[in-house]
């Protein structure tokens, strides 16, 4: 059956990106400090909240004050955040900490404010984060050490939610570990596919070679995934920082519809990349979900084997999930729940293919703004 194909497919995909997940080295804690310097890129739009976490994150960093500067992007922020980075660059003057202002409103306000701040910046290499995840203390030195010693002019590294209660909070982890199995493992097999903006450094003199965001700034989102795009476009080392247990934490989405708006906003993305493994994976990601919700229909309208055999599909898919995501949890260095997994993988299918049909349309909403595919 044409079904059970693709999840033999689904499932030796998985076993290749589980072996380059396996085959990524961890870079030692104990790497000595280089003499790169970098401009730490935040965007911020109505942060208050989240800055505190952040903020101390920073003063935390392992690496000499002299070798970075700080740029902050406020991004039209109607609550108390570009005065709590007032306070913050009073408090801490031996800091280079600068707060620059977007006022006009963006189809791709997070790309324009990176704009900004790289235009502004005085090194030569750009770090970005978001402003709502908490650094570990070897960040800058993960980035020198690839930069030094692999001649890497991208550096990413792993991205993961903070533990949360609640089955919203564990669908999410599971969802996001997933994607960050994605980047490890196919940065171990030779072809990173994913990365995220919220742990990443580039050399600018590069980024600026290769254009920027120029051809990209009608897109709101993808102020990773075009850059990633276009370093591997043009052959430019990329490298890989990894420190057991150290990867950036982030603050998981506190409702269904934050998260349901922010992976259609990633999947919409998809669609303006060149054609290659992104989209394959994608669709084959969508085709095994689909199918065991169209088997389940099958078997209610016409032969009841039909969910039967969904069942068992199902089953062989949440052995090869779970061997997958184990393995990139351990990798990471972040705990893993397997029967917690299993009620997200009862929800996965129906959240993956709406997920597709929504980022099929003109639009979403994020933040509270509407924006265009």
């Avoid at 998985?14 to 970098?38: A, D």
């Avoid at 101390?56 to 570009?82: C, G, H, M, V, W």
């Avoid at 591997?232 to 420190?243: A, D, H, W």
């Amino acid at each position: 059956m044409i079904a059970i194909s693709f999840f033999i497919l689904y499932a030796l995909v998985l076993i290749w990106l589980r072996h380059g997940v396996n085959q990524v080295k961890y870079r030692s804690k104990t790497s000595k400090t280089s003499s790169i310097r970098f401009s730490i890129c935040i965007p911020m739009h109505n942060e208050a909240k989240n800055l505190p976490g952040l903020l101390k994150s920073i003063l935390d960093l392992d690496y000499p004050q002299e070798l970075y500067e700080i740029i902050f992007i406020n991004d039209r922020s109607t609550d108390e955040t570009a005065s709590i980075i007032t306070s913050f660059k009073k408090e801490n003057p031996n800091h280079n900490i600068r707060l620059l202002h977007q006022e006009k409103a963006q189809q791709a306000p997070k790309k324009e404010a990176l704009i900004l701040a790289i235009n502004a910046s005085q090194f030569s290499y750009i770090a970005t984060t978001d402003a709502d995840v908490l650094l570990p203390k070897s960040w800058l030195k993960g980035f020198a050490h690839e930069i030094s010693m692999n001649k890497a002019k991208l550096v990413v590294g792993p991205v993961t939610y903070l533990a949360g209660e609640g089955f919203l909070n564990q669908f999410q982890a599971h969802d996001y570990l997933s994607l960050q199995g994605v980047s490890l493992g196919s940065f171990g097999g030779g072809s990173i596919l994913f990365c995220s903006a919220a742990n990443m450094a580039y050399c600018k003199d590069s980024f600026l070679a290769l254009g920027g965001f120029k051809n990209n700034l009608h897109i709101s989102s993808g102020d990773d995934t075009f850059v990633l795009e276009k370093f591997k476009t043009s052959g430019l080392p990329i490298g890989y920082s990894l420190v057991y247990a150290e990867p950036v934490f982030t603050y998981p989405l506190k409702s269904w519809r934050d998260l349901f708006m922010q992976r259609v906003r990633w999947a919409a993305k998809n669609t303006h990349l060149n054609f290659g493994w992104n989209q394959l994976i994608g669709a084959l990601v969508f085709i095994v979900n689909a199918s065991l919700l169209i088997l389940l229909i099958l078997g209610g309208l016409f032969k009841i084997s039909y969910i039967f055999l969904s069942g068992g599909l199902w089953v062989f898919k949440l052995l090869v999930d779970m061997a997958f995501l184990r393995a990139t949890a351990k990798k990471i260095g972040v705990p893993f729940c397997s029967h917690k997994f299993i009620f997200s993988a009862l929800v996965y299918p129906f959240f993956v293919v709406l997920i597709f049909l929504f980022s099929l349309k003109g639009g979403f909403n994020w933040k509270g703004k509407y924006y265009k595919r």
